[in-house]
């Protein structure tokens, strides 16, 4: 495994904004990587900043859990100067142990967090692969082969630059839909690698991808709903207030019905479309984060065109992990009791992220950070290490569900390379 940013201290030193606030909780582990062995005990220290100076004689109210499972220790400590040291702890299993702490100052709530692996190496998905699995989504490629690509492309010229021209596509898809997307590609003459660029849980129109096509890449910024990508912004709230509100439980008791089987689908179908283009090289890659890099995940296992895969933290990843008393990745749907029926377990296993890793063959570059409170470190973590395929890992030292722009300029250039 080939590390291309583990940067040294996993934790989350001030809570994310787009302006700075004026107090922070600065939290250090006693490790300057933040890992730990099993059972090994935990200190973080605590800084407490107004301004930049010491904000003395504060008390900080904090809390510990396992990832994003229940809070198992609630404490609060008023600080004698401005810093002091906590002790949090072990885990007795490899996994992640995060500390929220907040102060309240001048009437105003501050807070951050911090969050330390156990030998997170080992941890592999606690979700059950389907004997059947192969079979299952070979039989459904199967009927995709028969469907008409029938693609239809409209220049929008408004959106065109000197560089790029940009297009509203569509093409065919399972079950008679269709598949838009926003397509950006270089003018010049040429053959060019393609991107698949996939997009993370919303119902939105997209704006196409000038800047990497300006690069000299093909990119496809593909919508998974079934909708022209080019419209008014408020038709896509009033979709997703309510025919879309959920999409990402509807059916799914029935894993022939479940929403994403036409995502998927239509993903792969997506392949077809950019080598389609007479001006693509006949390379491809897929690339996206969230539930879009769920989507790269499963599009590179489903199709063995697919020559680089890009994935930052993954949704859709080890959802039958809260059975088990670990935390499970987006949209969490076993964090609750009710939906831990037979039918709805079958179906989620077909289309977890983490089955899907454990079969891919095209390089991989996996980004996510230790303080994602939206696709548990664990379940992203779990099923990085299932990868069989060559793979790079990339961890921001602050990270939650967001990445710095030198980890995204990494991984374009990558992506890039890996197609030319």
Request: hydrophobic share 40%; proline share 5%.
């Amino acid at each position: 495994m080939k590390r291309l940013a583990l940067l040294t201290a996993i934790m989350c030193v001030v809570a994310v904004s787009a302006v700075a606030e004026r107090v922070k909780i600065i939290m250090i582990p006693d490790h300057a990587d933040a890992i730990y062995a099993v059972g090994e005990q935990v200190k973080i220290k605590m800084i407490l900043t107004d301004c930049g100076l010491a904000l003395n004689g504060a008390t900080i109210d904090y809390e510990v859990s396992e990832d994003l499972m229940p809070v198992h220790e609630k404490k609060s400590i008023t600080l004698k100067g401005n810093e002091t040291t906590i002790k949090v702890g072990t885990m007795k299993k490899p996994g992640f142990l995060r500390v929220k702490a907040k102060v309240k100052h001048a009437g105003k709530n501050y807070s951050s967090m911090s969050t330390v692996g156990f030998e997170p190496e080992k941890l592999m998905p606690l979700t059950v692969k389907p004997d059947d699995f192969d079979e299952f989504w070979a039989k459904n490629l199967d009927k995709l082969k028969k469907v008409a690509l029938n693609p239809k492309m409209e220049l929008l010229a408004d959106r065109c630059t000197d560089d790029v021209n940009v297009y509203h596509v569509s093409y065919g898809n399972i079950g008679g839909s269709r598949m838009y997307g926003v397509l950006t590609m270089p003018k010049a003459e040429g053959k060019y690698p393609a991107v698949l660029r996939l997009p993370g849980a919303n119902v939105s129109p997209k704006s196409g991808d000038i800047q990497h096509a300006k690069q000299g890449a093909i990119v496809l910024e593909l919508g998974i709903h079934g909708i022209p990508v080019n419209m008014e912004g408020s038709i896509y709230n009033d979709l997703s207030d309510g025919v879309l509100a959920n999409y990402h439980i509807k059916d799914f008791h029935n894993p022939d019905a479940y929403y994403y089987r036409r995502v998927y689908l239509g993903c792969v179908k997506g392949i077809d479309f950019l080598l389609s283009l007479p001006q693509c090289n006949g390379k491809v890659g897929t690339l996206g984060g969230s539930q879009g890099g769920a989507l790269s995940l499963v599009t590179s296992r489903l199709d063995d065109r697919v020559a680089a895969t890009a994935v930052y933290f993954p949704a859709l990843c080890d959802q039958e992990a809260y059975i088990h008393g670990r935390a499970g990745g987006w949209p969490h749907v076993f964090k609750y009791e009710v939906n831990r029926t037979k039918d709805i377990i079958k179906t989620m296993r077909y289309y977890d992220a983490s089955n899907f890793a454990r079969g891919l063959k095209a390089p991989v570059f996996y980004a996510f950070g230790y303080n994602d409170i939206t696709c548990a470190p664990s379940s992203t973590y779990s099923t990085y290490n299932a990868i069989p395929a060559p793979k790079e890992l990339s961890i921001g030292a602050d990270t939650g569900h967001w990445l710095h722009s030198e980890q995204v300029e990494a991984m374009w250039n990558w992506i890039i390379e890996k197609l030319k």
